[in-house]
Each structure stands twice: as structure tokens, then as C-alpha cells.
């Protein structure tokens, strides 16, 4: 049985998403399509649409066989951490092959780039560090410095283009799997339809999740994102609407997370994961002043912090997850099975003494600091839904579904 | 002028407050009556039923010439702490006397029994030692030790029945007053109608505070506590309730409270001021299992500690009050003028220059880690009513009313 993975949020599951598992499979002739899936807080720094079990049944019900949940220390980091968390989870759940969407659609590209950034390692380096002690951030420092040292070369061979968000993604999901000597061959599809930051719903059957967030919270009706998510999904949002008082977003979560700000005061806030370069006391005096995300963000959004950058520091406050606790972590210690199919059943059942990690499927019996934080932000995320339920980590086991459609 | 401190906390202000005014007023020929009165929290570890600027016009409008906020340090500490913050803020406004509501209502029989204790102090302190070393809490050790003492006495003296709540705390000033060397002299009235602890209201015009509250939050209408306030009070609780969806309790703050808990976790609650003997650890499993405050306190309370020291943690850890944040508070250092009459303002005119302390009428224009302490509760207490403006500390200036009634 071959098995491919992808690194996934679903946020929420849409017809491209279906799409991309459909391609991924087709590319890779593979029999199995294992998804590491972020919990209830993605990479953006951002509160999930819906939780990790809504989202796990969505997958399952639509071509994904396994899902394992990517711990919330790689979920919620920086590129280079999410995508080392995602790929040493794959690695070790013995897939063939790993696959991402990108803008190129191509390997090779990729595969050139690596080749030629592994040349030219020292310099390439140099030049990015140099561009954030200049204060530019992060993913324009690499973006310069890789430019810079493609334009220096003069091989004619194509290169990726790593201006283009999933392209670099892509890239950073390659470097992880060099960087363990992974077995794992990786793959690439083409991005369809709408771009990952697109925000409007266009006339197709494709649009980003970004698009279809910001459909629901502008209407407060999932009416407009019908045409966009598989009939399963749409009837699994719809039902969480009739469940809960809200979908997950910085907005309704907003008024917990003032409350936490202002209660914590600057010098606890410095303790956090992200929280740096004082910082905290502009965060503080945007919670005195503001009484809505929207305003709050208006006032601490700046050229110096890219607005994920903000918000990843918001997760953390939210969490309460400090450099102390992240420090802890360093790799992904186990799998934690969120659920499959009777396919993906039979593949764990056959190839999970080759795993690396121990499978987690009942977390009562299996005690580690990275599960103990996502336990923890599961009820953290819960709280701000206004659920008053804990530990449902301890109590779901893993969602098994017959067939996948 | 003469001018006679009391210690309130007018939660809310009712007819037993108003004769006390009253009667230390004649009691002590004063012409002045200044209240060191507690914020937003008070000494039991609870939420105020409303806040202090409420109830700083209630005592304005009925006999009270002055209003002095207690600071949180001191209003939300135990007994000998909370005696020795409001005596040294009474002592420092240059009172001729301080006037105590007790079960007894002399004063010879306490200051013998400070001359007593005096006299047997060593042996004293000793017993109420070996008592807490014991599991014994700290009240009920005290109150063992006086015993012993007093029944080894043979003079035939009066003393004071220390098992008696006003009586101890009244005792505690006395005790603090002598520490200081204050120039104010004691004088006590007896306490009238219903016991501290009454929590039904009677036929009569004097109920408890706890009494009324109890009537309030039983009914959720005021109407049954009519009887037992002035009527000016009468119609800011009904004025309140017009402005704001809830009353201070912790039923109210509930879940915020739970969020902090779960948020925080056993290990950073540990260092919150008072949190000892890994009782954050039941604290934290309470949270994860209770959706309610009685739910909660049903699950913590013990034998181990009173109902108030565990609402007193509760508190702290609502306001982040570390033990690091207290160590550094160890005096009063300002008064903190909520409000006065005409006459008290003719007071503060005429003796402010004698004052030990410097008068605070406006926050912005001082600078102190207490009352940035005051300012911070001040700000919680509003959020755990749903209120959205913070900083009101900075934008009121002392209430001032021409005549009291």
C-alpha cells in the first residue's frame, strides 16, 4: 500500500482542497493519503473555523484516508518549524511520498533551487540574516536573498519562484525532508482556481478559505460558501452553526483575549512565545483601549510585524504558551491519530510497527509536554467558542468512518 | 475640627452602616467622619456588589464626610494586614479617633486585653504558632490562644470574647494603632440588629450586607432589600442595575475566573499571592470540571482552608496578584480621595498639611505600584461585568457632594 502525505489545515474543507487529495493520489499512484492536519489554532495565528474533530470528519468524508494532528508548537511557528513538525510527522508515519500545492506545479524547479541554495549555503545565509537585522521581515529576507542568488547563477536551468507563498512552503517542506535524510520523494501539484490569499468568492466552484471565512463572517450566513464545499461539508457547518453560538475567529474570540492581555499586564506578557521587542506594551495599551479585534489590531499592526506575526503572538497570549514551555520542544514525539477510514485503517494496522513515533489514539494513556499543550489549547479554544465542556481531548476517540466518498 | 475614622466596606451601604456613622459621630463629639473604605474587592476575596465610586456616593449621601480607597494590597489581606493598612490611612488623615462597630460595644475590656496580651506576649504567640503548625486555621488559633490566656488571668478584669468577629477585627486595629504609637484614641459602639453573618433579612430596618445581597441574588430583584437602605441607596442600586446586566459576584465572574484558571495552569498559579500547598493543582481540576462557582467551591472547599482564604486565592488569581507583586507593597503610601462632602473638603483644606501622606485626587498625577495595583482590579472588576471601558480610575475625579443627608 503506498501512501502520500500532505500538510494540511482545512479551514475549512472546500472543493479545492478535494481537488488537491484527488491530484495528489492520481500524481503518486498512491493507495493512501495521510493528512497532518493543524489543531484548533493554524499557522496564521488564527482560532480554526471549526475544531480539529469537525474537520477530520470533513477530510475523511472527502478522500483523506488518515489524520494526524500536527502539534500546536509546529501548527502555530514560523514556515521553517511548521513545515519540519508536518514532514518529520509524515516521515514517520512511513509515507512514499509527501505532496503540496504550489504555484509552479512542477518539481524540478524546486529541486534545482535546493541544489542550488546547498551550493551557495554560506552566502545565501549571510544575506538573509543581514536583511533582518535590517529590520525586513522574515519571508522578504528570503525572498530577497534567494532572488539575489538566482540571479548570480547562470546555468540557464529553471528555478522556483519563491516570492509565491505556497511555493516557498513548498521549499521549506523539501528543506525539512533533507534535513532528516528522509526516504519520502516529494511531489507537487498545481494550485486551481483562486490564489491562497484570494478573499473573494468567485464565480466557480473553487475559492480559497480565506474567501469562504470571510463570505460567512460579512453575512452571517454560510449561504454564499455552498457552491464552494463539498454537500458533506457544508451540511457538517451547518450543523456546527446550529450547535454553537459562533464560528472560531479573533473577532468573537477577542474579548477573552482582552481580558487575558490586561489581566497578564506587560511584564507577564513578555514571558510569551513570540511576544519581543516591548511589544507587550503596545499590546497592553491597545487592550485598555479598544474593545473590538478590528480596533485593538489597528492600533498594534505596524510595517515591523507582519500581521501573522501579530497574530501568532496572540495565539500564544491566548494559550498562554511562553518561551519557557516552546523551549521544551523540540521534534514531534508521537502521532496523533484524529481519525481514518476502513483503507487508512488497514494501512496503520499493516505498517505501524515501521513507524517511527508511537500512534496516539487514546490520549489518557500516553503522557507527553507537546500533548499535554494541545489538550490545553483545545479547551482554550473551546472557552472562547463559549463551550463550557473540558478535556473533550480525553474522552473523543479517534473518528473511524467506513468509507471515504 | 474633630475628625473619627471608620473602617467600611459598604457592600452596599445599609440602615446599620448609617446609624454606625451616626453613632460614631456622637460617640466621639466629631465633626468629621472619614471612611477608609475597600475598592473593588473586598476582605471576604469577593467582587464588590457594585463598585467603589457607587459606593463612595452612597456613604457621601448618608452621614460620611470623607472616602479614602483602602488599597487592594490591605482590602484583600487578612485580618492583621487589613487592620494595620486602614489604621496607618486613618492615622495619616490626622483622626482624633477611630471607631469600631463590635459585639461587645466598650472599650475598657479591649484595651485590657491588649494590656494582658502585652503583658503575656511571648506565651501568646507561641500557642497561635504551635495551633497553625497544627492544621488549625489562623483565626481559630488565635481565638484558642486568647482563651488559654485569658482563663489563666486572675485580676477579675473584663475582657474582651475574641471568638467574636467584629471583636477580633477590632482588635487588630487596636493592635495596630499601638504599633504605629498613633495619637488616635479607640472607641467602639455596639453593632445593632443583624450579626455579620446574619444572611436573612429580618423584620426589622437592619439586615446584613450579606443578608441583602442574598435577598438580591435569591429573587434577582432589589425589592426585598428596600426596607433595609436608605433611600438614597435604594436608587443607586436601582440605577446601577438600569446600567449594568449584573452585580459583582462570583457567580457573575465565573467564567472569566475559569478562564484564567485553565489558561494559566497549576504551574503559573502557584505564583499568585497565597496559592500554597499545590492547592492550584485542585484549583485547576475544579476549573476543568465546573462550569459553575458553586460547582467550583463545592469541589475545593475543604477543612483545610475557610471559605474566605479560598476566595481570597480566588481573587488573586482573578487580579494576577503575584507573591512577587505583594512583597514589594508593604505600607500605605498615599490616600486615595474617592470623594467628600463640604465639610470634608473644609477638612482636607485645613489639615492636609499635617497629613502623613500625600492626598491622591488624580490618578495620572502620581505615580505608585499600590495604586497601579487599585487601578489594575479596577480594570478586571469592570471586565467581570461585562463592562467594556477601562481605566475609569484615570477619568473620575473625587465625588463631591455639598451636604450629606
Redesign the interface.
Known sequence: MKATGIVVEYNPFHNGHKLHATEARKTTNAQIIIAVMSGNFLQRGEPAFVDKWARTEMALQNGIDIVFELPYAFATAHAPTFAEGAIKILDAACCDFYCFGSEDGHIQPFENSMALLDNQHTQYERKIKEAVQHGISYPQAVNAAYKDTVQTDNTNRPYVDLSKPNNILGFHYMQAAKQINSNMQAATIQRMGAAYHDEELKDQRIASATGIRKSYFETNTLHDTQNFLPGSVYQLLKAWQGDHSAFGSWKSFYP?L???I????PK?LAHVADVTEGIENLFYRA???H?TFDGFMHTVKSKRYTWTRIQRMLTHI???YSYNTRSKINTPTYLRLLGMTQAGRLYLNKQKKNFKLPIVSKVSSFSDPSLDIDI?AA??YA?GLGK?E??VDYKNIPIFIRESQ
Do not use: E, K
Open positions: 477573552l482582552r481580558l487575558i490586561l489581566r497578564d499586564g507577564r487592550a485598555v483601549n474593545d491566548f494559550t498562554g490545553h479547551n482554550l472557552l463550557s473540558m478535556n
